[in-house]
């Protein structure tokens, strides 16, 4: 199983950007990979999900102002989120995507327990304020 990590969370004002990294501690490049957020009092929802051919799915609240993207030799996934808004506030986490139970297109927009997926990482904080 791979392992995950999560950086570059922050705190940011709204219609400001971060870039997300999930670095894994082995190949990526069969696997379908997801972005996740939570925030308090909120289930854990799929943000965006990125196929192993890099075919991306993003959740309808995101309305374009965030990227998906994956390098697969440096063993990393990303996400740059642009325009954040304060309901973009979140512990945001990655994961690997078992396709055996999980469509990879249907990752975003859904709901997710935490045991429902083996590889989360332990996330990183996005914080936006007005």
């Known amino acids: 199983q791979v392992h995950l990590v999560e950086s570059g969370g922050g705190s940011v004002q709204a219609g400001g950007s971060l870039l997300l990294s999930c670095g894994a501690s082995?190949?990526?490049?069969?696997?379908?990979l997801g972005w996740f957020r939570q925030s308090p009092g909120k289930e854990r929802e799929g943000v965006a999900s990125?196929?192993?051919?890099?075919?991306?799915v993003y959740a309808d609240s995101i309305e374009g102002r965030f990227t998906i993207s994956r390098d697969n030799d440096k063993n990393t996934l990303y996400l740059q989120m642009n325009n954040l808004n304060p309901e973009d506030t979140a512990t945001y986490y990655c994961?690997?995507?078992?396709?055996?139970?999980?469509?990879?297109?249907?990752?975003?927009?859904?709901?997710?327990?935490?045991?429902?997926?083996?590889?989360w990482g332990q996330g990183t904080l996005v914080t936006v304020s007005s």
């Open positions: 990125i196929d192993a051919d890099g075919s991306a």
């Open positions: 082995a190949s990526i490049s069969d696997y379908c």
């Open positions: 994961a690997t995507v078992d396709e055996t139970r999980f469509s990879c297109g249907a990752v975003a927009g859904l709901s997710w327990s935490a045991n429902a997926l083996d590889t």
